[in-house]
């Protein structure tokens, strides 16, 4: 999903951050729950399969390995394409701790077991 489709349906969905704690309290889309990716399998209960989820991340890698994941296990998944950084270039703002204004760092690749 492209960051200006994903920031006109972002209220009726979940969202959910696969990235890494220190990535997430740098910058994230307001009000995502942060789930690394390697901790998806053992944190299912806390997505609700009832509603839409955009999955998130640096660059769009990581996001689409969970929505992969997802979708296999019945969610309405989405990927968030170009991540955060897609986000950003579309003029979209990141929140960052304590709901300050936020950036993007750095994090690196992962996968996960399907």
Known sequence: ?????????????????????????????????????????????EISPDRPVLLVCQVGQRSALATEFLRKRGYDAHNLEGGVEAWVAAGFSLVGEDERPGGVVDGWAQTIDF
């Open 1 to 45: 999903m492209e960051a200006h489709d994903a920031a006109a349906a972002v209220e009726q969905m979940q969202i959910v951050d696969v990235r890494e704690y220190y990535e997430w309290i740098a910058g994230h889309l307001q009000a995502s729950a942060q789930i690394p990716l390697r901790h998806l399998p053992a944190r299912l209960e």
